[in-house]
């Protein structure tokens, strides 16, 4: 028995921190976005109905620090590298996670 032989029904995402698979709604989707300043950040979209390229991310600290550490924002809103490693933000995202979400911990 395979691990995708236990995915749920219905869309499924891969996580950019964890890169486990896991049901979309059970899963924050984040976009490229600016903020009040014009400055490119990665902005948290949970209600998925955002326009534009989005990733999903499960919405625990842990799996936020592992997409921060290996860069994966940037990699996952801007595949062809256009996006520009540095540039790009991710504050919101852990302060959106930090208001609505208290576990710390990686779903693994």
Do not use: Q, W
Not at 31 to 37: L, P, R, V, W
Not at 68 to 87: C, D, I, N, Y
């Amino acid at each position: 028995m395979s691990s995708d032989d236990l995915l749920p029904e219905g869309p499924v995402r891969t996580c950019i921190g964890c890169r486990k698979r896991a049901a979309k709604s059970e899963l924050l989707r984040v976009i490229a976005g600016s903020d009040a300043h014009g400055h490119a950040v990665v902005a948290p979209d949970p209600d998925g109905t955002a326009p534009g390229r989005g990733a999903h991310l499960h919405p625990t600290s842990g799996c936020y620090d592992l997409a921060v550490r290996r860069k994966a924002f940037s990699r996952a809103l801007f595949p062809s590298g256009r996006g520009g490693e540095g540039g790009l933000s991710s504050a919101p995202v852990g302060d959106y996670l930090d208001s609505h979400h208290n576990p710390a911990t990686n779903p693994a």
